[in-house]
T-cell receptor
Framework: DTAVSQTPKYLVTQMGNDKSIKCEQN?????MYWYKQDSKKFLKIMFS???????INETVPNRFSPKSPDKAHLNLHINSLELGDSAVYFC????????????FGPGTRLTVL | AQTVTQSQPEMSVQEAETVTLSCTYD???????LFWYKQPPSRQMILVIR??????QNATENRFSVNFQKAAKSFSLKISDSQLGDAAMYFC???????FGAGTILRVKS
């Protein structure tokens, strides 16, 4: 049973399109995250939600909008996709108070043509 | 702002030997967590080991151990008896917001 799942795993789209990536965790965690890994493998946090409340919002273009309908889900919607958005996007979850260990999803490779 | 530095872009080790990956960080906090994550070619991020800053004892998980020097803000990972399956990108990371280092590619030679 997958702990943190993301759909889709691969996404190829044209510049200017709007796309969404979905994330679900079945670990009972109260905090979820989105990370971006660029072509040089550098990982950077984008957003974090704790109990459906946005608690981390790093410097990210406002074309990126996260949405957490409940504690188990965190989706990422991207408007007007640009070439520079091509990357691997990881979802993760953790229990906010505790060991702080984050469990990662398998990643979504987004390619913008 | 917290920063994490991994000064070794790439390391190689012979199978069955020991290798140490370096990591330094910068923070003004006194209590925090540090992590090493492994990312094999499958791209899945896997937690290798965790260290709590208030614990003086270095964390150990089977063949993986850390050398945590709080005053020096250093957090190195030692892999003993290296195996082919250890070949991956290794990331050092700080705290719950997970500020990551740039990563170290570990190659294991048979």
């Amino acid at each position: 049973d997958t702990a943190v799942s993301q759909t889709p795993k691969y996404l190829v789209t044209q510049m200017g399109n709007d796309k969404s990536i979905k994330c679900e965790q079945n670990l009972g965690h109260d905090t979820m995250y989105w990370y971006k890994q660029d072509s040089k493998k550098f990982l950077k946090i984008m957003f974090s939600y704790n109990n459906k409340e946005l608690i981390i919002n790093e410097t990210v273009p406002n074309r990126f909008s996260p949405k957490s309908p409940d504690k188990a889900h965190l989706n990422l919607h991207i408007n007007s996709l640009e070439l520079g958005d091509s990357a691997v996007y990881f979802c993760a979850s953790s229990q906010f108070r505790g060991t702080r260990e984050q469990f990662f999803g398998p990643g979504t490779r987004l390619t913008v043509l | 702002a917290q920063t994490v530095t991994q000064s070794q872009p790439e390391m190689s080790v012979q199978e069955a030997e020991t290798v140490t990956l370096s990591c330094t960080y910068d923070t003004s906090e006194s209590d925090y967590y540090l992590f090493w994550y492994k990312q094999p070619p499958s791209r899945q991020m896997i937690l290798v080991i965790r260290q709590e800053a208030y614990k003086q004892q270095n964390a150990t998980e089977n063949r993986f151990s850390v050398n945590f020097q709080k005053a020096a803000k250093s957090f190195s990972l030692k892999i003993s008896d290296s195996q082919l399956g250890d070949a991956a990108m290794y990331f050092c990371a700080y705290e719950y917001k997970l500020v990551f280092g740039a990563g170290t590619i570990l190659r294991v030679k048979s």
